[in-house]
């Protein structure tokens, strides 16, 4: 049996948040400038040398009502794409998951491309066939799978009716 390894110490600290708050930030700057051309691509971790995809992903604040724009990364399943509320293993989901969830007709952008998307959890049975898929595109998923006690859900974003603007 293999032992999964713990969740690195210095993610925890209190500055992680902040820096991740900022880094998100601009790369959506970036990104919408260039059409994903600086931005587009994910470059850390397992991706160092399997880059990954990034998309933009539009969601409202659950209680402030306020827009928001996350990069994340993704996988396109036919129609859908695909997109994991993994936040680094953290013990809690991310914001813009809670948003969807809450309001999940949406918008997502993958380069100059923006549509609008409705969001749902894939249920069991999805996740189960869509995971390794998720793993193979992005190992450190595993990891951030293992790091944590909550089963990180899976996000289908399936297209809906016209362009959004």
Do not use: C
């Amino acid at each position: 049996m293999t032992t999964s390894p713990k969740r690195p110490p210095q993610l925890d600290s209190p500055l992680v948040p902040k820096v991740l708050k900022y880094a998100s930030r601009a790369q959506v700057w970036l990104y919408q400038r260039t059409g994903g051309r600086v931005g587009g691509k994910w470059r850390i971790g397992s991706g160092f040398r399997k880059p990954v995809s990034v998309l933009l992903l539009g969601h409202t604040g659950r209680k402030s009502g306020t827009s928001y724009t996350t990069p994340l990364l993704y996988l396109r399943d036919g129609d859908d794409v695909v997109v994991v509320a993994s936040q680094g293993g953290m013990p809690k989901n991310p914001q813009w998951y809670r948003n969807l969830v809450d309001s999940p007709d949406t918008w997502i952008q993958i380069g100059n491309d923006r549509s609008n998307v409705r969001a749902h959890t894939a249920s069991a049975d999805e996740r189960a066939r869509l995971w390794p898929q998720l793993v193979q595109l992005y190992a450190d998923f595993a990891n951030y799978q293992s790091w944590t006690e909550r089963v990180i859900p899976v996000v289908v974003l399936e297209p809906r009716g016209a362009v959004a603007s």
